[in-house]
């Protein structure tokens, strides 16, 4: 009996120790970003050492894999799905954008570090296009349904998180007045 106790006990602390280093790297890549975090400073963060670290993962892709794993988990982007039974376009548009907007707002460090670390280290690339890409996809089929080509367009440009954190963050403008903005700019740009 108090084998098996002890056989728990063991499996509950690695399991433990895994969520701490995932947690210390989830926050550094909200930080510093991916490319600059390095195994130090997450076993430090995570009040490790180094060679624990290694024992859970023993490579940056498989750390990298974990931490979007928990990300997705704990804060998944929009799912387009829903969004398809709303014949309105402008008010499906409308919809998708506000939990578009919604999810960069409480995500906006991990994605800024996320987007710029991707574009110049691959294995942040590889990451977020294999977690993030269908996510991306969706959002575009399902809110470009039935768009002219200028309005897919723009919709490209209101569906970017940079566009986003211009409108909000650095332009001041109220969540749903950005959405607005951009729900009139698609509209606009089917015009002739």
């Known amino acids: 009996m108090a084998r098996t106790y002890t056989l728990k006990r063991r499996a509950e602390q690695q399991a433990d120790t895994r969520r701490r280093i995932v947690e210390a790297a989830v926050d550094l890549h909200g930080s510093v970003g991916p490319a600059r975090t390095t195994f130090s400073m997450v076993a430090e963060r995570a009040g490790v050492q180094r060679h624990t670290l290694y024992a859970h993962f023993p490579d940056e892709r498989s750390l990298a894999m974990a931490c979007s794993e928990m990300h997705l988990a704990r804060e998944p982007p929009p799912d387009a799905a829903p969004w398809r039974n709303i014949e309105d ?8 954008l506000a939990a578009i907007y919604g999810w960069f707002e409480r995500n906006a460090e991990l994605i800024a570090c ?49 566009t986003w954190r211009t409108l909000v963050r650095e332009g001041g403008l109220k969540q749903a007045a950005a959405v607005k903005a951009m729900v009139q700019a698609v509209e606009d740009a089917g015009e002739s």
């Open 114 to 162: 996320g987007l710029r670390d991707a574009e110049v280290y691959p294995l942040t690339r590889e990451i977020a296009e294999l977690r993030f890409g269908p996510y991306f996809a969706a959002w575009h089929e399902v809110l470009g349904s039935k768009l002219g080509a200028r309005q897919r367009a723009m919709l490209a440009l209101a569906l970017s998180f940079h």
């Open 89 to 96: 376009r402008r008010e499906r548009l409308r919809l998708g």
